[in-house]
């Protein structure tokens, strides 16, 4: 059997351990065989059957990223009427394998799926795992559980629910359970709850949307079941009552208030802030015209989450790294790399913290702690050769150029193919006349329009004369 003698580079391995020089890495199969000094690990590799050399000098060996928070079904939305109404099953499962190999590209080895649209996530992990199409390892959920009060019930409530949402509608406890058993039969890894809502929906701080009892209900018969539980919760309430009901971890805690906190010190539950959606979007959404409402809402709660991390950091809870990738300003294969970034800048994590947090610790939300997410022998080859130090400069890691080489169950993956930028079809869109929500009234068009109606040009020449 052959493999890869990745030799003469800085070994970060994730574990928390100092980084070491001189240190090459012998791969074989799907796995690490060997770590050590240069010529050890190349007198190992001489008892293979053939193997292939990669010049790691002046490189930095580590762990391929885990994205805690990717919707790869998504499609890089701009609105809930495209996230739930547009583009058919059957194009967003291509589109989403599609999106699948940027994200690959991206230096992203593994990410989790917390929430898909109908059952994309799973068809995509299985098609990967089956050899089917490149891509990421993955853990999938299928639809959000939500009630009439949360992210997932966008809609006006004399409208039908539409089956094509990103969640199903469960207004009692009963639905929840049967929802549940529904998902983890169809084979899901994860169920997710939609626990309350976001600027979007004009409920960010609601005290949550489903019962503490109910929350219970879910993670008894998801862990009966074999499977992991997560929920989208930025009120603090929501976060605390399913930290109490044994979630495996949290999604956003923004508004989490000192009895929150608490709860949470007091049940040490893995927290992913997911500052990336919010961040970028205060960076780069001026420039693409995003409301002043909006902005002013992220401002707040970027505020309110730094200090949320900053004080579970503190309190040694594991802080796991995050996009919500597939909309926004969180594009596929993009910027997965910047949160690390985000955690250090508003968190106040070390760069070794974040780094952890985008490999070790984010290994957990696949259920692979043992097999990926450091570099040690015997764990699976997802390996990164980067060109530069991210613990010197972690945003080496969001410049696809310096990812020398993206290695993936011990396989080099091809980096240098284009992968093809396919057309939008106008039905992927919601149809607008225009982006600006204001209309063109006489008042406005004799204020701001260029062209103007010959007889306001005459009025216009007029008040001038006078």
């Known amino acids: 059997m052959g493999g890869y003698l990745i030799s003469g580079g800085r070994l970060l391995d994730a574990t928390g351990a100092a980084p070491q020089d001189g240190v090459s890495v012998l791969v074989e199969g799907k796995r690490i065989r060997k770590i050590g000094p240069d010529r050890e690990v190349a007198a190992a590799a001489e008892t293979l059957g053939g193997y292939r050399t990669i010049d790691a000098a002046g490189h930095t060996l580590m762990p391929g990223m885990i994205d805690a928070h990717c919707h790869i079904s998504y499609g890089d939305i701009l609105s809930f009427e495209e996230l739930d109404l547009y583009a058919g099953v059957e194009y967003r499962t291509l589109r989403a ?18 929430g898909s649209t109908w059952n994309i996530s799973v068809a995509v992990r299985d098609a990967v795992n089956a050899g089917l199409i490149e891509g990421p390892r993955m853990a999938s959920a299928g639809r959000y559980i939500t009630t009439f009060n949360a992210i997932g019930s966008p809609w006006p409530s004399w409208m039908e629910h539409p089956k094509s949402s990103f969640a199903v509608l469960c207004n009692t406890r009963e639905e929840m359970v ?14 997710k709850v939609a ?19 109910d929350l219970r209900a879910i993670a008894e018969v998801t862990h009966r079941l074999g499977k992991v539980c997560t929920i989208h919760a930025r009120s603090g309430q929501a976060a605390a009552d399913a930290i109490r009901a044994g979630f495996d971890w949290i999604i956003h805690g923004s508004y989490m208030s ?16 997911t500052f990336s959606l919010l961040v970028n979007t ?20 970027v505020e309110r989450l730094a200090a949320v991390v900053s004080r579970a950091r503190a ?28 955690l250090m800048t508003y968190g106040g994590l070390s760069a070794m913290e974040a780094i952890r947090a985008g490999t070790a610790n984010a290994a957990l939300t696949l259920g692979m702690e043992g097999e990926i997410g450091t570099l040690e022998e015997g764990k699976l080859a997802d390996i990164l050769v980067v060109d530069g130090d991210p613990l010197a400069d972690i945003s080496v890691l969001q410049d696809r150029q310096r990812l020398a080489v993206v290695m993936k169950d011990g396989a080099v993956v091809d980096t240098e193919a284009p992968i093809p930028e396919p057309a939008r079809y106008n039905w992927e869109k919601p149809m607008l006349y225009w ?17 103007k109606p010959r007889w306001m040009q005459q009025q216009r020449r007029l008040d001038a004369a006078e």
């Not at 626990?195 to 009892?213: F, N, P, W």
């Not at 709860?263 to 992913?272: A, E």
């Not at 982006?435 to 006489?442: C, G, H, K, L, S």
Request: glycine share 10%; aromatic share 6%; charged share 30%.
């Open 178 to 191: 049967t929802e549940a058993r529904r998902e983890i039969k169809e084979g899901v890894d994860i169920v």
């Open 258 to 273: 000192e009895d929150d906190l608490d709860v949470l010190f007091r049940n040490p539950t893995p927290l992913i802030p």
């Open 195 to 213: 626990g309350d809502g976001d600027v979007l929906t004009g409920d960010a701080e609601l005290a949550g949307s489903i019962g503490l009892d």
């Open 315 to 342: 309190e040694g809870i594991t802080i796991i790294a995050g996009t919500d990738s597939g909309q926004g300003s969180v594009p596929y294969g993009e910027w997965h790399a910047r949160e690390m970034e985000h």
């Open 435 to 451: 982006e600006d929500p204001r209309m063109p009234t006489q008042s406005f068009v004799r204020e701001h329009a260029t062209s």
């Open 282 to 301: 205060l960076d780069w959404g001026p420039d693409l015209g995003c409301s002043d409402f909006i902005l002013d809402a992220y401002k707040d709660e």
């Open 97 to 114: 394998a599609n999106n699948a190999r940027k994200v690959l590209r991206a230096g992203v080895t593994a990410f989790s799926d917390p």
